[in-house]
């Protein structure tokens, strides 16, 4: 008979004679497994339906198959080439091998306009060498050389080697306004064409600026709902929930018919005899239009995070510091505000995070200079397949830059603290 | 809040001019929405209030909008694919994210804070670059132009409304009442659906309607992604109001309107529905 002694020391066993933390363990193994299987299926989705797609664009946009997959050994060849002199023999006999390929699987046309698009005429070029190329033989390099003057160029080749890599920094280059030079060197582009950059700064100032008259105007409509009795709050929290469940195109029609040129505003404007006829405002198709819309559109995702934070903030406190002398603002700037900065980091992230991917309003009522870079995105998706490649290269910049907001947005605030309505 | 009888002038100045500021942000919020309902029946072409419509001339006034809107049958196509698609993906997508909410808050969610943030990264990333995405991805798998493609992507950006709803709701679930259930002899599924569901529909049915009205409003994803037998009413307004901007747009706007009014308090009975089943009182 074992002793009291013996007995606390022999490890608890489950009712099957298992020990007890091996029973616990399995057990937990299989509540964790069943937790998973109910995530699995919506994990599985999103996985396969939004990430594999945005890593695929991420992967388009630095791809760069073309020349390996039209003129292959031509690319093999060039890998050693060292660059100070026209490429030795070895060299043009893979391009020979290539262009008699390419002539049979009429793939050659693609190769010259892939090569065109980074040097201009080198198609033509190309497609004459490649229609006599069969009939020469061995050594190929004099006879490419005889045939035009453009094979003994130096800067040809060194595009070639360069665009044969499989990976490429080009579209972001373009992204932010820069290009390869005729040295293969990493310049500006030529002033006309730089467009993003600024279209980039732009869209980040005006979305703080939007940022910043939501927080001014958000403040003082949160404050007032959060202490009123609780009938008259609920009255306005709809007129604050009702622009925030009305649709994005519904909103923005509205802000045409009010602001336009022969709109309401005007009209009343004229009718008051503040302008007069010929000096209606232009507050639509430029920044203002964009600015005041989206203002207005994002303002309720500012409200929200900001009352619900107000609302549990007692008014004693107020009443606390100013009965102990301070004056009121004193009382609000140190003790009420600070009370209020998570519901403000929430609706500021919230709203920058909204407003910085913004398309359709700046589409609609933002002009020339009212567009921010989604705009840009978004004409690029419809044009050929460097634009595309141009488009998913400044959609990843957008996207590092959204996810870098929310990562910070995460360690302040946390993104289960999200409430809507 | 009224001015307590102590407060200085000069308290009772800013007391007045904040109720006045407070004022004119709500009409800055509300005004744009309630203007197009009277426009929308202007009997002349014009985004703006004819004399005849100041004063209240019924000459001034006219359903040709509304008879354009609803007797044009592209109008009519397009609404009968918005309600389509956001009726299908809504559907599909509260199914997914009501189901994964329940493993998220077990005890045992291996991961959490990962999956949770990956789930949710749909309503992080902005729609353009999803549109980005999708649009190369469905036309290599040959899904543009389809209502399944749209749907697929319409369950996306739905799915991660529904998780945070049913989450919130889970949240404030009081445990005890499984007990309480099971200790007055009912067996799981018994309580299953007598007591959880029954607590947690509220969570299910507003994330459900964010995410119906997620999709019924979507315009980016469906311009690229849609077809001309797909086009959703958005598509056909967004370029509507790029083109000529006609008044039909407006009575569309203001059935729209309608809609989320009805909306907000189909949400309101639900809230005070919701607080009384769990014996708060209703505020």
Not at chain 1, 185 to 193: G, K, N, S
Not at chain 1, 305 to 320: E, F
Not at chain 2, 126 to 141: D, M
Not at chain 2, 229 to 248: C, K
Request: aromatic share 10%.
């Amino acid at each position: 008979m074992a002793t009291r002694e013996q007995r606390s020391k022999a490890p608890l066993v489950a009712a099957d004679g298992t020990p007890l933390k091996e029973a616990l363990r399995r057990s937990q193994a299989v509540e964790r497994r069943r937790a998973f299987a109910l995530v699995a299926p919506l994990l599985v989705f999103i996985l396969l339906v939004f990430a594999i797609p945005i890593v695929a664009m991420i992967w388009r946009s630095v791809y760069n198959p073309e020349i390996r997959e039209y003129l292959p050994q031509t690319a093999a060849a060039l890998s050693s080439w060292d660059g100070e002199d026209v490429p030795p023999e070895a060299v043009f006999q893979a391009m020979a091998a290539d262009m008699i390929v390419g002539v049979e699987n009429r793939t050659i046309g693609r190769a010259a306009a892939r090569i065109n698009r980074e040097i201009p005429g080198a198609r033509s070029t190309m497609m004459r060498t490649a229609r006599n190329v069969d009939a020469w033989s061995a050594p190929y390099r004099e006879k490419f050389l005889e045939a035009d003057e453009d094979w003994a160029s130096l800067e040809f080749w060194h595009i070639l080697q360069r665009e044969s890599r499989l990976i490429t920094p080009t579209y972001y280059l373009l992204a932010v306004d820069y290009e390869y030079n005729a040295q293969g060197e990493i310049a500006p582009r030529p002033e006309v064409y730089q467009v993003y950059q600024s279209l980039f700064f732009r869209t980040a100032w005006m979305s703080i600026l939007i940022t910043g008259i939501c927080v001014l105007l958000a403040y003082p409509i949160s404050y007032m709902v959060a202490t009123q009795p609780v009938r008259i709050a609920n009255l306005l929290l709809i007129l604050v929930l009702l622009p925030f469940w009305t649709s994005l195109l519904v909103r923005t029609s509205a802000w045409i018919v009010l602001l336009q040129q022969q709109g309401v505003i005007n009209e009343l404007l004229v009718w008051a005899g503040v302008i007069d006829t010929d000096g209606r405002l232009r507050m639509i198709y430029n920044r203002i239009g964009t600015v005041v819309a989206m203002t207005h559109i994002l303002l309720p995702f500012m409200v929200l995070p900001l009352y619900s934070v107000m609302k549990t903030i007692p008014p004693s406190y107020l009443r606390a510091a100013k009965s102990l002398g301070a004056h009121p603002f004193r009382a609000w700037w140190s003790v009420y505000f600070p009370l209020t900065v998570p519901g403000l980091a929430a609706g500021c992230i919230l709203v920058f995070i909204l407003a910085i991917g913004y398309y359709i309003t700046p589409a609609l009522v933002g002009g020339d200079s009212g567009i921010f870079i989604s705009n840009l995105i978004a004409d690029n998706m419809q044009g050929s397949s460097a634009q595309l490649k141009l488009a998913a290269a400044l959609a990843t910049i957008l996207l590092v830059a959204v996810l870098l907001v929310y990562w910070l947005f995460n360690r302040l605030v946390g993104v289960d603290k999200l409430k809507f309505g | 809040m009224a001015v307590p009888t102590y407060a200085t002038t000069s308290e009772r100045i800013w007391y007045y001019a904040f109720r006045v500021i407070c004022g004119l942000i709500f009409f800055f919020l509300i005004a744009p929405i309630i203007v197009i309902i009277p426009l929308a029946f202007n009997a002349q072409p014009y985004f703006t209030f004819t004399r005849e419509m100041l004063s209240l001339d019924p000459d001034g006034y006219s359903l040709r909008w509304y008879r354009d809107l609803l007797g044009s049958s592209e109008w009519l196509n397009s609404i009968a694919n918005s309600f389509i698609i956001a009726i299908a993906s809504t559907i599909v997508a509260t199914a997914l994210g009501t189901v994964a909410a329940l493993g998220l808050n077990r005890r045992n969610m291996p991961a959490r804070a990962l999956i949770t943030a990956i789930l949710i990264s749909p309503m992080i990333v902005p729609l353009i670059i999803t549109a980005a995405a999708l649009f190369s991805f469905f036309a290599r798998i040959g899904l543009s132009n389809t209502y399944l493609g749209i749907i697929l992507s319409h369950v996306v950006l739905g799915t991660p409304f529904v998780v945070l709803t049913v989450t919130a709701s889970l949240a404030g679930f009081d445990q005890t009442l499984i007990r309480a259930s099971q200790s007055l002899g009912a067996n799981q599924t018994r309580t299953f659906f007598r007591v959880i569901l029954p607590l947690l529909l509220p969570g299910v049915i507003s994330g459900a309607l964010f995410a119906f009205v997620t999709s019924l409003d979507e315009v980016v994803i469906v311009n690229f992604m849609a077809g001309p037998a797909q086009t959703p009413m958005t598509v056909r307004m967004f370029s509507g109001l790029r083109e000529e901007i006609s008044p039909t747009i407006l009575a569309l706007a203001s059935l729209l309107v309608a809609l989320s009014i009805l909306l907000l308090a189909t949400l309101e009975m639900i809230r005070r529905r919701n607080e009384r089943m769990r014996g708060l009182s209703p505020g």
